[in-house]
């Protein structure tokens, strides 16, 4: 943080104080925070402030990085007066588990992020992240984007820098001690605490006794725990219990990543799983987590084999008959033959004239192949995108109080959710379903979802937090994305600021790229300095 921003946040701060011991100064506050400087008056909106609670119609003045002023406020002669009549002012959206930071280089307008109203993305997720995260840090300085980032560290970024190629096997207790090293500098460098994807490699050959060491580490830093579980389908009450077991034998916070019932025998126990977790958290477990509004997931076509027997047939027909269907299979990314990309694995059965499984184990044979020729990551190769849940279960777990919203989303628009998942909330599940109050959406899309990793003055309306806003029209906001036009832009969001700069605005992004990192320092997050 800079002496200027430091200086600004103490004057604001020093507002505040006077305000809740002389609450008639609100004037005075307000003309405290007055310089040269120009600031931006938002007037008439009806606001939502983030904590949950009753929307009203106030003005909000922000100057710099900060809101500086709040209330029944006079136009100053520095203002930019915006006159929001009509139209809902909220925190900027922070989306809790995101992969929106791939390619910052030529994308850093991160436009499928700030188009749904996200200032803040929460990176580092499924047990990978940019390694060592000082020299990302350093990087996003020189070169900042649109929107904030903070980062956990990953676990099986840490598996590959101690175990090197051969990570696809149980570390040793020397590897482990290593890998405790490595995470408490990447903590030291700011990072919010462990993440796993439990069901990726290299962590699925992880035991549970290494995860839990590696997560006492994070305890003992005041840090945190996000976990793309071991299994979202076979063995997924195993994996329930695995990181309620962490939560409470390392005692630290654990959010489970895009929470799902992925499992045909599972569809409809939501309120089974709802009353598992609401045990654990009585029982003293801070367990939450985090869900994207789509009964469809992206990730590899491997995923689905956990024993990874890309060559049982048994286990590639019990895939397709109760974790996703050949026709609910299709293929968003796919190197070796690009001409298959929107087809589904039922359709590639039909034109290759094979039954689904053996077409899946082919598919993925194929990859293989191509990825060792080419010398390339895996992920790089092939991604599909898998139906495998209900709405009636999407529902109710987004309605769990301990649930925030996500998006899992990327830059690129090969999944709907990169694009329109924070939109989707808004506009299907909250003002055509009812399924959330406006006001609770906004609250877990941004207070909550900073209580839940940490993050301190963003998230908020109030005075002296950042000035990360967006403004919308609850009327009209929507997502727009689909399957065959995933980047398609979501309609309603008007104007988006971050750190009080506007980065989107008229259905485009800017160009201002004001973004900061959001780094944990001593327990606690920079961002409350």
Not at 221 to 239: C, D, L, M
Not at 254 to 281: F, N, P, T, Y
Not at 385 to 411: A, F, R, Y
């Amino acid at each position: 943080m800079s002496i200027k921003q430091s200086f600004s946040l103490t004057l604001c701060k020093y507002s505040i104080c006077l305000l809740l011991m002389f609450p008639t100064l609100h004037v005075f506050s307000e003309t405290l925070n007055q310089s040269d400087a120009k600031s931006t008056l938002i007037i008439n909106a009806t606001v939502i402030d983030g904590n949950g609670g009753p929307s009203q119609t106030i003005d909000v003045r922000i100057k710099e990085q900060q809101i500086v002023a709040l209330g029944e406020l006079t136009p100053a002669a520095n203002d930019t007066v915006i006159n929001a009549s009509g139209l809902h002012l909220a925190p900027g959206f922070i989306d809790t588990h995101s992969h929106h930071d791939e390619e910052l280089e030529t994308k850093s307008d991160v436009l499928a992020a700030v188009s749904q109203g996200i200032t803040t993305i929460v990176i580092g997720q499924d047990g990978d992240s940019h390694f060592p995260i000082k020299n990302f840090w350093a990087m996003r300085d020189s070169q900042p984007a649109a929107v904030n980032i903070a980062s956990y560290v990953g676990h099986n970024t840490l598996r590959t820098q101690v175990m090197g190629a051969n990570a696809n096997r149980q570390a040793t207790e020397a590897e482990i001690r290593s890998m405790e090293r490595l995470l408490q500098q990447e903590l030291d460098a700011g990072a919010l605490g462990l993440s796993t994807g439990l069901e990726y490699d290299s962590g699925i050959f992880s035991t549970q006794d290494e995860v839990l060491q590696l997560a006492k580490v994070a305890a003992k830093n005041g840090a945190r725990y996000i976990s793309h579980i071991r299994s979202e389908a076979g063995t997924f009450e195993a994996a329930i219990e695995e990181i309620i077991t962490i939560g409470k034998e390392a005692k630290l916070p654990v959010q489970i990543s895009h929470i799902k019932l992925a499992r045909r025998d599972l569809w409809g126990k939501a309120d089974e799983l709802i009353a598992r977790l609401d045990k654990a958290r009585a029982e003293g477990v801070d367990i939450t987590a985090d869900i994207y509004p789509y009964t469809y997931w992206m990730s590899t076509l491997q995923v689905l084999f956990p024993e990874r027997d890309f060559d049982n047939i048994e286990s590639a027909e019990y895939a397709l008959s109760e974790l996703a269907s050949p026709e609910g299979m299709i293929l968003s990314v796919y190197e070796p033959d690009p001409g298959l990309v929107g087809k589904s694995i039922a359709e590639i059965a039909i034109a290759r004239g094979q039954k689904p499984a053996v077409v899946y184990m082919a598919l993925i044979a194929e990859s293989i192949a191509y990825q060792e020729l080419n010398k390339l990551s895996y992920e790089k190769v092939e991604s599909v995108i898998g139906t495998s849940m209900v709405e009636q279960d999407i529902e109710k777990l987004m309605q769990w109080p301990h649930s925030n919203i996500c998006s899992d989303g990327t830059p690129f628009g090969l999944h709907p959710r990169d694009f329109g998942s924070f939109t989707r909330v808004l506009g299907r599940y909250s003002r055509q379903n009812n399924v959330l109050s406006l006001e609770n959406a906004v609250h877990k899309m941004t207070g909550l979802s900073a209580q839940h990793v940490g993050i301190k003055n963003r998230g908020v309306i109030k005075l002296g937090a950042f000035a990360d806003l967006v403004l919308f029209d609850a009327n009209a906001v929507i997502d727009q994305a689909t399957v065959k036009d995933a980047s398609k832009v979501s309609l309603g969001i008007e104007k988006v600021w971050v750190n009080g700069q506007l980065v989107f605005n008229q259905q485009k992004a800017t160009g201002a790229t004001p973004g900061e990192n959001v780094m944990r320092l001593s327990g606690a997050n920079s961002s409350s300095l």
